[in-house]
């Protein structure tokens, strides 16, 4: 454990001659951070209670904001026995005196049943703090996999439905017939007076045409009628006749389709809650995020921040 600990840290902070217990403590200070960037968060201080002459050793210090909400974080980067109840008894005498609002213990490692019990007598918080490991993705989604059918609908025949009326078509206008595009087929006016070309009055109902999907029980065509806002007129050799709108069908192809996403991006550390005090005043950052599936901490997370000289966790420059 205390190896990949070193090894996070060296790769994401910065390769230090430091014990390794340090390079635990940091890391535990940057998480904190990563959980509440509005927190205060220092590593390695020392603290005197008021009117007390001790000093102690406190691994991690966070404050809130405005300098309240203090919490005190003993850190404990054991290989792979457990954090007895010792551990818990020193650091509490040191809260005793110091009278922060909330004590932590934090260990990559499990607690004794001794340890739990004196934590949940003293109202002392237990979290593990460990690298990520490939048991971590229970719980979490890794394979996503997504499949659909497309509808591809092709060129649609289209028939107008005129209303009736009938009048002499302008000289200058041309015939519809023979041609093959809608952006040389013109509209007309009552009075006569070109108004656009066909593409430009149909290009409302090709979006529609693009967003219709197949009933089950045709799903090889699509058809329907569409009503234009207002009649217009169109050329048919030699006059013009009034439309209102035009039914339509067009074929359908549809193509199954498949994607499968698997997640490969695996994280650096988790942070856990194992025993929290009901009565815990913890900033919520703290507390619900490292719930039972706890925290997942990534590279990059931690390659934003840095342990300034006096300890105080800062972001890269």
């Given at each position: 454990?205390?190896?990949?600990?070193?090894?996070?840290?060296?790769?994401?902070?910065?390769?230090?001659?430091?014990?390794?217990?340090?390079?635990?403590?940091?890391?535990?200070?940057?998480?904190?951070?990563?959980?509440?960037?509005?927190?205060h968060v220092?590593?390695?201080?020392?603290?005197?209670?008021?009117?007390?002459?001790?000093?102690?050793?406190?691994?991690?210090?966070?404050?809130?904001?405005?300098?309240?909400?203090?919490?005190?974080?003993?850190?404990?980067?054991?290989?792979?026995e457990s954090?007895?109840?010792?551990?818990?008894?020193?650091?509490?005498?040191?809260?005793?005196?110091?009278?922060?609002?909330?004590?932590?213990?934090?260990?990559?490692?499990?607690?004794?049943?001794?340890?739990?019990?004196?934590?949940?007598?003293?109202?002392?918080?237990?979290?593990?703090?460990?690298?990520?490991?490939?048991?971590?993705?229970?719980?979490?989604?890794?394979?996503?996999?997504?499949?659909?059918?497309?509808?591809?609908?092709?060129?649609?025949?289209?028939?107008?439905?005129?209303?009736?009326?009938?009048?002499?078509?302008?000289?200058?206008?041309?015939?519809?017939?023979?041609?093959?595009?809608?952006?040389?087929?013109?509209?007309?006016?009552?009075?006569?007076?070109?108004?656009?070309?066909?593409?430009?009055?149909?290009?409302?109902?090709?979006?529609?045409?693009?967003?219709?999907?197949?009933?089950?029980?045709?799903?090889?065509?699509?058809?329907?009628?569409?009503?234009?806002?207002?009649?217009?007129?169109?050329?048919?050799?030699?006059?013009?006749?009034?439309?209102?709108?035009?039914?339509?069908?067009?074929?359908?192809?549809?193509?199954?389709?498949?994607?499968?996403?698997?997640?490969?991006?695996?994280?650096?550390?988790?942070?856990?809650?194992?025993?929290?005090?009901?009565?815990?005043?913890?900033?919520?950052?703290?507390?619900?995020?490292?719930?039972?599936?706890?925290?997942?901490?990534?590279?990059?997370?931690?390659?934003?921040?840095?342990?300034?000289?006096?300890g105080v966790?800062?972001?890269?420059?």
């Amino acid at each position: 454990m205390t190896e990949r600990i070193e090894q996070i840290y060296d790769r994401a902070i910065a390769e230090e001659k430091l014990k390794s217990g340090t390079k635990y403590e940091r890391l535990t200070a940057i998480v904190f951070k990563i959980l509440d960037d509005s927190q205060h968060v220092v590593h390695d201080v020392k603290l005197r209670g008021e009117g007390k002459e001790a000093l102690h050793q406190i691994d991690v210090l966070i404050d809130g904001p405005s300098g309240h909400r203090r919490v005190l974080v003993e850190c404990k980067d054991y290989g792979s026995e457990s954090v007895g109840i010792d551990v818990i008894r020193d650091f509490n005498g040191a809260l005793v005196q110091l009278q922060p609002v909330h004590g932590m213990v934090v260990a990559p490692t499990r607690f004794t049943a001794g340890a739990c019990a004196y934590a949940r007598d003293e109202g002392i918080t237990l979290v593990q703090l460990r690298p990520f490991t490939d048991a971590d993705w229970t719980g979490r989604v890794r394979h996503v996999a997504v499949t659909a059918t497309v509808h591809i609908p092709g060129e649609p025949t289209t028939t107008w439905t005129p209303t009736g009326k009938v009048r002499p078509a302008p000289t200058a206008a041309a015939d519809a017939a023979g041609r093959v595009s809608v952006h040389e087929i013109y509209y007309y006016d009552a009075s006569g007076r070109r108004r656009g070309t066909l593409h430009e009055l149909l290009a409302p109902w090709r979006g529609e045409l693009s967003r219709t999907i197949p009933s089950s029980d045709c799903a090889d065509h699509i058809s329907g009628d569409h009503q234009l806002q207002n009649p217009v007129w169109l050329v048919s050799d030699p006059h013009l006749i009034e439309v209102a709108g035009f039914t339509w069908t067009a074929p359908v192809t549809s193509i199954d389709a498949a994607l499968h996403v698997t997640a490969s991006r695996i994280a650096d550390l988790i942070l856990r809650t194992l025993q929290l005090p009901a009565s815990t005043t913890l900033p919520r950052a703290l507390t619900t995020d490292s719930g039972s599936l706890g925290s997942v901490i990534f590279h990059e997370q931690l390659a934003r921040w840095r342990v300034s000289d006096d300890g105080v966790i800062t972001p890269r420059p």
